[in-house]
């Protein structure tokens, strides 16, 4: 079969245990997966992995694309099928690779969403004022998140060990596994010190009211309400956040080596989406400066 549950079961624990991507990575492949092998077995009546051949593979990407879905949505899909074939060839499950004659949609580059830095002080002197306790813990997250940069995963598993208060730093747990330190500034270990010292119970440098360990949904409501009440932003998510850290040091003349390093970017081409922000900035600063600008 197709779907044949063995197979998918031993793919799934291959993702984890030696691709080391995340949950939500390996839920997404196993979607695009049967999505793929459903439609085939309808459409061309092929209940066997080793019958399908490109043309049908095509056949379902071509039926994507009518129903206008996204270059990045249809090649996330081609990467789930490529790496389940790589998967099935290594285990000789399969005799020949379909996938190698299937080519990706080209993509137009999407420029990311950041917050400009005069907007960005004043959302900070905002938050710095309001006191209310139930809301300290929203404006931390925040503040962190914008501070270093780091993934909405990341901050979620960010441990007290892994906070240094004294030297200034946090160690964090990026994708697949990868272990980097993120300088903090003295105004962020001030922040960071009462949860690191906190008596609680829990492991982790954040946690919601009850105690428990922060999860995706309660952090992007942290920060799309406060997104919400400072700015008109139709995307209001943590990696706004992110990508709002990288533009203002790559403005602010940090080197674009020192930004991959601090993101955790696995090669300097994932970084350099950042260029075209700051090639915004220059232009704007030429038009103001230069006497034929």
Known sequence: MLSDAFFISQFE?????????????????????????????????????????????????????????????????????????????????VNTNPMLKVSSPKMGKKLPVFIEQTKTIEILENLKENTLKDEQIANDIFMTLYQTGIRLSELINLKKANVDILNQTIKVLGKRNKERIIPITKELALILEPYVLSDNSSIWTFNTIKNQQLYPKFVYRVVKNIMATYTTYSKKSPHVLRHTFATQLLNGGAELNAIKELLGHANLSATQIYTHNNIDNLKQIYRKAHPKG
């Open 13 to 93: 624990t291959y993702l984890k245990a030696e691709k080391k991507v995340s949950v939500n990575t390996s839920v997404a492949y196993l979607k695009d997966l049967e999505q793929c092998f459903n439609y085939i077995s309808k459409e061309f009546e092929i209940d066997n992995i080793k019958s399908i051949g490109h043309l049908q593979i095509k056949s379902f990407l071509a039926q994507l694309m009518s129903q206008k879905m996204d270059a990045k949505s249809v090649n996330r899909k081609i990467s789930s099928l490529k790496t389940y074939y790589k998967y099935l060839l290594k285990h000789q499950l």
